[in-house]
DNA sequence: CATGAATGAGCCTTCATTCAT
DNA sequence: CATGAATGAAGGCTCATTCAT
């Protein structure tokens, strides 16, 4: 009776769930709501009592799914006199875990790359997210890296260039595995990976800083 | 007859335009026969006479838009002496003006980019052309900047830390746009960020020379 | 309790008022009981539980509306002396002011034509007060008019032909606005229009009992 | 074979006669595309072919009813020498005949009806058809029976006193046939009714007509 | 060779109603 | 006494496809 009333009153929650995976799967325009709440064993109507509108649930699918991916991603701050090189290192080994990690985080991945493709008004609770969580330690380490003459403009091109070789694991695994079988990609890999995004990262950097040196002097 | 068949001829490659710009804009499911017929001026049934289906319709757009840009790829070899440094540079100043630059380029990454978020078999199409195409030329510059020992992992690695950096630059256009205002992203940024990358490319490839030299000894 | 009772009365008076508006605009089947409730700020399920139905809703909204109308139309009895000529004028002008003035008299003007034009079982209600309070009092005055020979059918003919003019005014306002944007339509203009009327009535009346002579010399 | 080609060919057709005929008794919202297809033994999606739209249709609908009005209504002119109040007698005739004669003029009365009560864009169309048809022949009868000085203000309250004789017969059949049972309503009633009005109508305007020869005096 | 006409499946949404609390 | 939650039915519309010509 207990499984019965916890499984009767949820519904909210489980067109939630519902909806977080379908929309990963195949968008906001190729998803159904048909398929959403068949997902979730519920009828059709109830998406509209809940959410009104197949938009407004979107948006709140995006915002529970951010929502745990915040909660999980605890951010454990490093401990004092940890050298930025080490920092980087669990940044990026933060990032992938999070990008190829089993588990829900992948959806928002696909999430994100659907509405990259296909904007909607809810890519802006991404970027606000990506601002805050991703960007901002990630300027800490960097700015650090390039030395504290570095342009804004400097730092940002450094973060996007060692953020972008993480997305790619993430996004373009697809081709990737087809065109290189032999680089194991389920989470076993996520060390060797970030050992490597790490040490080119670094030399990057450091490239970055003593071009920006000679260009002072 | 020379007349009709440069009609017919007609009717075929206008849908094959529309095709091409609609699953570019759209992916395959969010386009719609209409508005791609709409598009090519020609009738509703004209695909499914022409092409049978929106399936076949797809694949046969795929291999049109990777034909035409093979075709504009020529691909000018460099003339000898050049420097891998240069060689580099200008590899990665192709790349960003192939996924940058205004006209059909950039449907065709829009179209990879829906391929590697639902893919079909048509991705293979993409695979192939990508190793021809992109992969072989960036190996022999990488090799030659890792020096000759260097494993064909350690290659595949560095490549993939360069392409990611381009590849960022087009795909994640609207989050970064949104992020960093200032930052333009026409045609003409493309020296600018292609700079950067090399640069930071080089840095890294450096890095991981040497790091590769260390563990051999 | 007191207070209790006077809540609970105040639930199934606010969704009658509100059923009555609503009904008024847009007719039984045009009504939403979602309207209803939120017009009368009151939950969903309260008009199936108040009034189990759609249906008995609407009779008892017709019945509420009625029962208001008539404790409204005192129809103060004109003094004794007074001619028929000018009792005409003044049930008319009655008519008018029932059927154009603001409020609700127009709300039953429009739930009537709704029933004739979809006549339920609820229509029987209209017509025992048409019968009572609108055709006796007219038979009255015109049968005084006709002089007392006249068959009841003739009388009824020409109440017909009085009240015709009267109902026009408020149920074809739509047309007639914009057929004649000159002639206005607000309660000020009641006065004119009875005044013709009247006059249009009386000569109507007077050649139909001319004619009534005739017939029977 | 000719039958079934027949059968097959005029969808449209048969889709505007049931849209009509369901449009008449429901009015445009109450109305369902679904039961008007079906009524027309076609697919559902017929209508958006055909018509693009439910308004669309609506609007078709009305102007078929209209032009098909018209062709009936042949208008046939009088003969010269007739008096004024001959031609009265006819027009007010010819307006109860189509308003209460068998067939689809009463379809298009309904759906007049319908549009006084929830009016839409459509209804412009009957007023352009009111003023064409119907008022400009009325107009030139009851300015020759007011005289040449009567003002178009005093032509018209005359014109609407005659017309609401004969649209309340068609509209509140409902009522008055309950109110007065031994007054018939089919067609055959059309003369007695039409004699009434006219004799009515007749009175009236000589009312109105010494009432404005006493004002301006 | 090509097309206008027609269709069945499916989608999002609204509505009146019911039920457990 | 009253309500939030949930539901089945239905409605307008779009889509890819088929068919007769």
Same mark, same amino acid.
């Given at each position: ?121 809810? =890519?802006?609770?991404?970027? $606000? ?5 991703? *960007? %901002?330690? #990630?300027?800490?380490?960097?700015? &650090? ?13 450094? =973060?996007?260039?060692?953020? $972008? ?5 993430? *996004? %373009?695994? #697809?081709?990737?595995?087809?065109? &290189? ?37």
């Amino acid at each position: 009776m207990a499984d019965d009333s916890s499984q009767t009153h949820d519904t909210r929650e489980r067109i939630l769930d519902a909806a977080i995976e379908e929309f990963a799967l195949n968008g906001f325009k190729n998803s159904t709501t048909r398929a959403i709440c068949r997902r979730a064993g519920v009828n059709n109507a109830a998406v509209n009592y809940h959410f009104r509108d197949k938009q407004h649930l979107y948006h709140s699918a995006l915002e529970e799914a951010l929502a745990r991916h915040m909660t999980r991603w605890v951010g454990e701050p490093l401990h004092e006199g940890v050298t930025a090189e080490e920092r980087l290192f669990h940044f990026i080994s933060d990032q992938l875990t999070h990008m190829l990690g089993a588990g829900s985080p992948d959806d928002l991945m696909r999430i994100v790359s659907h509405e990259l493709l296909d904007p909607t008004s809810a =890519i802006d609770l991404f970027v $606000a997210e990506a601002v805050n969580v991703v *960007h %901002a330690p #990630a300027r800490a380490i960097v700015q &650090e890296l390039l030395g504290p003459e570095a342009s804004p403009q400097a730092v940002s091109d450094c =973060i996007r260039s060692v953020l $972008a070789q993480c997305f790619l694991l993430s *996004h %373009a695994r #697809a081709i990737i595995s087809r065109m &290189e079988p032999e680089s194991a990609f389920d989470e076993r890999s996520i060390p060797r990976h970030a050992e490597h995004i790490t040490r080119f990262s670094l030399g990057g950097i450091a490239a970055c800083r003593e071009s920006l040196a000679h260009q002072d002097s």
